[in-house]
């Protein structure tokens, strides 16, 4: 087992809270809100006490949950890859720099490096996409929302790389700004923008009819 210095046997209380939320739906309650200001006294006091990290656990298990598992494609996989994101980041939280960037942005990229070691071993990606995430793409790309364009659209992402989906994925199935996508992928936000408008050119040119 781990330990922190103050004593707290960080597997098990992971995998407490883990079946407390998951037993009390928190997969299906938006993320509480909080300014800047407050989440980095929070950090701060997470960082003396490990015990306070619980407040940053509360507020994001249900997102990243939901990021591993559309990812993971399998619960069980899941709750073991979140536990593993969220001991690391509070082993790691001291290390935690704020410089005005999103502090879930982290967690997302200790999340994805979880994932990529997955998939290494595993040699797949899986991705499970909703209706409404695919019809919120082909909308972005002025593909009408038809069933037979929404097949079309999964097809040509079929043909992108797998950086490429990277950045789809995070900014229209995942909902993340900008900034947060080039805080995980360790850009800057004005490259994640380039970049991400550069896929869904990419897609449309996939997307365009024959002559």
Request: proline share 2%.
């Given at each position: 087992m781990v330990s922190t210095k103050g004593g707290v046997d960080e597997r098990a209380f992971f995998l407490k809270w883990e079946r407390?939320?998951?037993?009390?739906?928190?997969?299906?309650?938006?993320?509480?809100?909080v300014t800047f200001e407050q989440e980095a006294q929070e950090i701060e006091q997470a960082c003396k006490d490990p015990r306070r990290f619980t407040v940053l656990y509360e507020r994001y298990f249900g997102e990243i949950f939901r990021f591993i598992l559309?990812?993971?494609?399998?619960?069980?996989?899941?709750?073991?890859l979140v536990q593993e994101t969220f001991l690391k980041a509070m082993v790691a939280l001291p290390r935690y720099q704020h410089r005005g960037l999103p502090f879930r942005a982290w967690l997302y990229r200790i999340a994805l490096n979880e994932l990529r070691m997955f998939w290494r071993k595993r040699k797949e990606v899986?991705?499970?996409l909703s209706y409404a995430e695919v019809l919120g793409i082909s909308q972005e790309i002025g593909l009408p929302g038809k069933e037979e364009?929404?097949?079309?659209?999964?097809?040509?992402?079929?043909?992108?790389t797998e950086?490429?989906?990277r950045?789809?994925?995070?900014?229209?199935?995942?909902?993340?700004?900008?900034?947060e996508i080039g805080q995980v992928l360790g850009i800057g936000e004005d490259a994640a923008k380039m970049r991400t408008h550069r896929v869904l050119a990419t897609l449309r040119t996939y997307l365009a009819p024959r002559a």
């Open positions: 407390y939320f998951v037993g009390h739906m928190a997969l299906d309650r938006p993320e509480a809100m559309r990812r993971a494609g399998d619960r069980d996989l899941t709750s073991d899986v991705i499970d364009d929404l097949l079309r659209l999964g097809k040509a992402m079929g043909k992108l950086e490429k989906n950045l789809i994925e995070l900014r229209y199935m995942d909902g993340l700004s900008f900034l």
